[in-house]
């Protein structure tokens, strides 16, 4: 059973930084990708960014050039730096973890990111 453990959310103002980080734990299948999804308050999920156990790297137009993703394999985990955060950036934050072969999409259970005015 795969879980996925989020944690660094919390209540920053407008230009601030914070630093989520997604934990994997189980039997974690390669090659697979991981992720950070938002959705907010009366809003569909979105996507943030993608990093492959290849350590390719996508984001949404929005965040490019203020959030960074990262990962270490070896621990299963993955991170993303954000900076020069904006009100709009307000949102419950989703780890994603998904196996290339099976398609198989696991979640964690969001981390909450406030940023005020």
């Known amino acids: 059973q795969v879980q996925l453990e989020e944690s660094g959310g919390g209540l920053v103002q407008a230009g601030g930084s914070l630093r989520l980080s997604c934990a994997a734990s189980g039997r974690i299948v390669r090659p697979n990708v991981m992720g950070w999804y938002r959705q907010a308050p009366g809003k569909q999920r979105e996507l943030v960014a993608t990093i492959s156990s290849g350590g390719r790297e996508s984001y949404t137009d929005s965040v490019k050039g203020r959030f960074t993703i990262s990962g270490d394999n070896a621990k299963n985990t993955v991170y993303l730096q954000m900076n020069s955060l904006k009100p709009e950036d307000t949102a419950l934050y989703y780890c994603?973890?998904?196996?290339?072969?099976?398609?198989?999409?696991?979640w964690g259970q969001g981390t909450q990111v406030t940023v005020s005015s």
């Open positions: 994603n973890l998904n196996i290339v072969y099976t398609r198989r999409n696991y």
